[in-house]
């Protein structure tokens, strides 16, 4: 079965702009969790969507947001970028049909630096 | 909320038994998790504890204390590839949500 993917894995951008990061899920897996990753904050949870609809919400501004679509696919937006934003984001998916025995596996990353 | 505590770092020698703690507080558990995470990589799935005790995959043991708000996970017969560092994350009541710890990196030396 192949894994998580994310794209793009490496990405610059400046103060101001927006970005837009894509994950597609193993197959079979309907739940999609994005998470941030920083030196300072290490992993940082920032959503999880679950049959094309937001099922948690971290502790993010609202310039961060995403969605799903019905083949599970997932994106994430991030308007307004600033220095801080600077990060890896990474997508996890996972069958999201008992959270009580759910385990996520991660895709590779975007490396996302904002100049 | 949750706030969970391991340590920075550590070393240890190649073919050595190593344990890497984890204490958590939380407002709602369902599960912990040990991932681990080479550099410029993606974190890989270790062990998932959600009842009290032991649970062991080869080299790698994962045990929980829910009274204690304690974790650890044993790597044993250590190998120069395990040099990584080791996220612990606390899933809560709420849902698919994964909290993580800092992470520990460990350095295994020859």
């Known amino acids: 079965k192949a894994g998580v993917t994310q794209t793009p894995r490496y990405l610059i951008k400046t103060r101001g702009q927006q970005v837009t990061l894509s994950c597609s899920p193993i197959?079979?897996?309907?739940?999609v969790s994005w998470y941030q990753q920083t030196p300072g904050q290490g992993l940082q949870f920032l959503f999880e969507?679950?049959?094309?609809?937001?099922?948690n919400k971290g502790n993010f501004p609202g310039r961060f947001s995403g969605r799903q679509f019905s083949n599970s696919r997932s994106e994430m937006n991030v308007s307004t970028l600033e220095l801080g934003d600077s990060a890896l984001y990474l997508c996890?998916?996972?069958?999201?049909?008992?959270?009580?025995?759910?385990?996520?596996?991660f895709g590779p990353g975007t490396r996302l630096t904002v100049l | 909320g949750q706030n969970i505590d391991q340590p920075t770092e550590m070393t240890a020698t190649e073919g050595a038994i190593v344990q890497i703690n984890c204490t958590y507080q939380?407002?709602?558990?369902?599960?912990l998790f040990w991932y681990q995470q080479h550099a410029g990589e993606a974190p890989t799935f270790l062990s998932y504890?959600?009842?009290?005790g032991l649970e062991e995959k080869g080299r790698f043991s994962s045990f929980l204390s829910r009274s204690k708000g304690y974790s650890y996970l044993l790597l044993k017969e250590l190998q120069m590839k395990d040099s990584a560092s080791y996220l612990c994350?606390?899933?809560?009541?709420?849902?698919?949500?994964?909290?993580f710890g800092g992470g520990t990196r460990l350095m295994v030396k020859p």
């Open positions: 996890a998916s996972s069958q999201g049909t008992d959270t009580n025995t759910d385990t996520q596996y």
């Open positions: 197959s079979g897996h309907r739940s």
């Open positions: 969507y679950f049959s094309e609809t937001q099922r």
């Open positions: 939380t407002s709602g558990f369902n599960g």
């Open positions: 504890n959600v009842l009290d």
């Open positions: 994350a606390v899933r809560d009541n709420a849902g698919n949500m994964l909290t």
